[in-house]
C-alpha cells in the first residue's frame, strides 16, 4: 500500500485547509484511515481515524474543528481542518492500517499570521 498525502500549506488562525491523502495497492474492504501529525520537538500523534464501518474518532484537541471523511471509490480521504490554530501546526501524515501499519510521506501545515 502506497499513501500520497497533500494539502499542507501556511494559512493564518482562524483559516481552513484540506488534506487529501490518496492510496494505491492492496486496499482491502475491512481496514481504519486516519490522520496523525508530529509538531517539531514533540512525538506524532493520532489526529482523527475512520474506519471502513465508518465510525470515526478525533484527538480532543481537535473536536469539532477537524472532519475527516472518505471516498471509498477512489481510495481516498481527507481531513477538512477549520478554525485552525498555531498549535495545529505539524507534518501531517495519512495512515492506512490494516494488519500493519502503512504511512504516507507527509504533508507541512504552518499556522501563523
Known amino acids: 500500500v502506497q499513501l500520497q498525502a497533500s494539502g499542507g500549506g501556511l494559512v493564518q488562525p482562524g483559516g481552513s485547509l484540506r488534506l487529501s491523502c490518496a492510496a494505491s495497492?492492496?486496499?482491502?474492504?475491512?481496514?481504519?484511515m486516519g490522520w496523525y501529525r508530529q509538531a517539531p520537538g514533540k512525538q506524532r500523534e493520532l489526529v482523527a481515524t475512520?474506519?471502513?464501518?465508518?465510525?470515526?474518532n478525533y484527538a480532543d484537541s481537535v473536536k469539532g474543528r477537524f472532519t475527516i471523511s472518505v471516498d471509498n471509490a477512489n481510495n481516498s480521504w481527507y481531513l477538512q481542518m477549520n478554525s485552525l490554530k498555531p498549535e495545529d501546526t505539524a507534518v501531517y501524515y495519512c495512515?492506512?492500517?490494516?494488519?500493519?501499519?502503512?504511512w504516507g510521506k507527509g504533508t507541512l501545515v504552518t499556522v501563523s499570521s
Open positions: 495497492g492492496s486496499i482491502r474492504s475491512i481496514n481504519i
Open positions: 475512520v474506519s471502513s464501518g465508518g465510525r470515526t
Open positions: 495512515n492506512y492500517f490494516r494488519v500493519r501499519n502503512y
